[in-house]
């Protein structure tokens, strides 16, 4: 038993390690291909964009790389500072010229509009909502769209998650047996008094970078297969 648990621990570590093994190679490529000096780059939030400010460090010691940061949450403003990259905002850059985030699902077209997604998506879109309203907006998209919406709740303290706009996020597990038009879903729940974002970023995505368990990494264009 103790043999078991311990080979269980080992098959879980080295999964583990694939999978940041993966998100880091997809996140170098993505910064070689598309940040260049004198560019503005946005930098999304979650695991993968780790090895994407890793990259951008490394470019900017080895390259002199002049590249102004606009941070989409304090996660990824720690980790510009922490890098020593240049920190700016969308007041200081309101345009940028790039913007590298991490994916948990895409589709063909980046519409997320097949069934056959839907069955394959696991986590459930997150919907971020005003705290005073969670309750009416997960029973209005429950009656209308279907599913089931959870409040997604902190880790590492008691009580619901709080974004950094101080909202709550709501992860939406829609019906898998249903057909949904996504980008019409995704005007519809931006048009919900309440709604603040959703996790669907519909047509918004020019390339999408896999990492292999080979260490090749295969891309995605909009409108086009792997």
């Given at each position: 038993m103790k043999l078991a648990r311990g080979l269980s621990r080992?098959?879980?570590?080295?999964e583990k390690m694939s999978l940041n093994e993966a998100k880091r190679i997809a996140a170098h490529r993505a910064v070689n291909e598309w940040v260049k000096t004198g560019t503005a780059v946005g930098i999304g939030s979650g695991s993968t964009v780790v090895f994407a400010v890793e990259r951008l460090a490394?470019?900017?010691?080895s390259e002199n790389l002049n590249v102004a940061?606009?941070?989409t949450s304090?996660?990824?403003?720690?980790?510009i500072i922490e890098h020593g990259l240049q920190l700016s905002d969308l007041d200081r850059n309101p345009q940028l010229d790039v913007a590298i985030?991490?994916?948990?699902e895409v589709d063909n077209d980046y519409t997320k509009n097949s069934k056959k997604l839907g069955d394959q998506y696991k986590k459930g879109i997150p919907i971020e909502v005003t705290p005073?309203?969670?309750?009416?907006?997960?029973q209005h998209i429950q009656k209308c769209f279907g599913g089931?919406?959870?409040?997604?709740?902190?880790?590492?303290?008691a009580g619901p998650c709080v974004t950094d706009n101080g909202n709550f996020i709501?992860?939406?597990?829609?019906?898998?047996e249903k057909a949904y038009n996504w980008p019409d879903v995704n005007r519809d729940l931006l048009m919900i008094a309440g709604v603040v974002e959703t996790g669907l970023f519909v047509n918004m995505a020019t390339k999408a970078y896999f990492g292999m368990s080979d260490g090749q990494v295969r891309t995605q264009e909009r409108n086009a297969s792997i």
């Open positions: 080992i098959l879980n570590l080295v490394e470019r900017m010691k940061c606009v941070p304090f996660q990824a403003r720690q980790l985030d991490g994916a948990d005073m309203a969670y309750v009416p907006i997960k089931s919406l959870k409040l997604r709740m902190a880790v590492a303290k709501l992860d939406w597990e829609f019906a898998s």
